[in-house]
């Protein structure tokens, strides 16, 4: 039917504080999102792009009705 096997993981991170050796990046398959604020250091941001699409939305938190939009 064109859809992925296994669900999206999303998290809801505002600061950017996910540790790349977390779990959500080592078990399982499908698709991680990581959504951060602008707020967010963008050292650490940059590091989580290159294992995760990144979502950003909101000044120093992230703006959940937005998140839901994209």
Do not use: H, W
């Not at 050796?21 to 990581?34: E, L, P, S, T, V």
């Amino acid at each position: 039917m064109g859809y992925e096997e296994n669900p999206a993981r999303i998290v809801v991170d505002s600061m950017a504080r996910t540790p790349i050796d977390a779990d959500i990046f080592k078990k399982g398959g499908g698709k991680r999102i990581i959504a951060v604020c602008e707020s967010a250091p963008a050292n650490k941001v940059q590091e989580l792009s290159k294992i995760a699409e990144i979502i950003c939305t909101g000044q120093k938190s992230v703006d959940l009705a937005k998140l839901l939009m994209n």
